[in-house]
Every structure is written in structure tokens, then in C-alpha cells.
T-cell receptor, first 114, second 110 residues
């Protein structure tokens, strides 16, 4: 299994809603990532988890709250988002401690904040 | 912060031609990777070149790395319509901080 599975594929939420994005992989990868991508732009790194511990937080607003419950799952909890947070949210995973850390990406969740 | 930055270009080529795109970055790296993205979906890893390598091949892909100039190029030979996509370089400076450059949109006309 070389897949990273993200759910849901599409999400529309209001600015007062609370929702969660989910990501799952069963490749034994111990590094997991959240990226945000706006149209015609490159993915922007948000968070990195290494061995289930948050290792990188790229100064992301607190309305985005990541969680890594175990080595296979990664969540992104959303609360009180703004319309400008509408984007494609990508999850990725990779091996750690390897000289060739190829990242595997999910298909993304397209989020629209209304 | 993003490390890799491609020369901003949109390529439109005929099927069978070669496509070349470039990437420049600013700080030291452990490796540089190229990814492909189709229609705003997930990214697919194409090839990785380590900082001590100068050239690498994988099928129709050829990547070069010049660490003195902090630049890389990706060549796709004998392009196909299925190669139509956005291509991003990404640099890894350590600690799994994989940062992407601006991307190149490649359109291969059948």
C-alpha cells in the first residue's frame, strides 16, 4: 500500500463551523506533513510531525490545529476560518532517517470557507 | 520559507519535443526533488538528486544540480500529452523541511 488517503475530498464550511481534515497512511512513514496550496501557487508547508511529535509549525494561525493520534493518522482541526483560508490542503508522508526521503502525497481536500 | 524557486515559465510544446525547466534555491540543501501535479490534485514524486550528485536519469527524465550556482534543471525528453502538468522542485534542508518552488506549467500538444 503506497497511498496517502485524505478525507473528505471536498469541504464547504462556514466561518463559525468546526471541521476536521483527515489523513491516513500505512507505509510505516514516521514523518507526516500538512501543506496549503492556493490556485497556481506552490504548496506551502504548514506543519510537520516526526514520530508523532510536532516538529515544525510554520507560524500557522491557531485556527488550524494539527493532531497526530498515532503513526498512521494525521488530522487538521479547523475552527473559525476565514474565506482566505479556502485552498487545497495536502497531506504527505515520508520515511525518516533515510538519504532519499521521497514524500508521498494524498489527493488533497479542497476547502471552501463561506 | 520556500527554498526552491523555478524560473517562472509556462511551456507549450508539441508532442515528441523536449521540455526543460529550471529551479534556483537560496540556502544549502541535503537534496533536491522534482514533483509533478496534475490539475490541482496530489503531487507525485519524480526524481531526487542528492547534494553530492551532479546529474541523474530516470526514464525520460534527466535532472542536473549545480550547487555552486544553487540551481537545478529538469529535462523531459520525447514529451507526451500525459506529461501535461505543473512541475515543482522542492528542497530539503534537513529536519524534513520540504519546501516547494513556484512551479512550471507544461502543456504538451498532441
Amino acid at each position: 500500500d503506497t497511498e496517502v488517503t485524505q478525507t473528505p475530498k471536498h469541504l464547504v464550511m462556514g466561518m463559525t463551523n468546526k471541521k476536521s481534515l483527515k489523513c491516513e497512511q500505512h507505509m510505516g512513514h514516521r514523518a507526516m506533513y500538512w501543506y496549503k496550496q492556493k490556485a497556481k501557487k506552490p504548496p506551502e508547508l504548514m506543519f510537520v510531525y516526526s514520530y508523532e511529535k510536532l516538529s515544525i509549525n510554520e507560524s500557522v494561525p491557531s485556527r488550524f490545529s494539527p493532531e497526530c493520534p498515532n503513526s498512521s493518522l494525521l488530522n487538521l482541526h479547523l475552527h473559525a476560518l476565514q474565506p482566505e483560508d479556502s485552498a487545497l490542503y495536502l497531506c504527505a508522508s515520508s520515511l525518516t532517517g533515510t538519504p532519499e526521503p521521497e514524500a508521498f502525497f494524498g489527493q488533497g481536500t479542497r476547502l471552501t470557507v463561506v | 520559507s520556500q527554498q526552491g524557486e523555478e524560473d517562472p515559465q509556462a511551456l507549450s510544446i508539441q508532442e515528441g519535443e523536449n521540455a526543460t525547466m529550471n529551479c534556483s534555491y537560496k540556502t544549502s540543501i541535503n537534496n533536491l526533488q522534482w514533483y509533478r501535479q496534475n490539475s490541482g490534485r496530489g503531487l507525485v514524486h519524480l526524481i531526487l538528486i542528492r547534494s553530492n550528485e551532479r546529474e541523474k536519469h530516470s526514464g525520460r527524465l534527466r535532472v542536473t544540480l549545480d550547487t555552486s550556482k544553487k540551481s537545478s534543471s529538469l529535462l523531459i525528453t520525447a514529451s507526451r500529452a500525459a506529461d501535461t502538468a505543473s512541475y515543482f522542485c522542492a528542497t530539503d534542508g534537513g529536519n524534513n523541511r520540504l519546501a516547494f518552488g513556484k512551479g512550471n506549467q507544461v502543456v504538451v500538444i498532441p
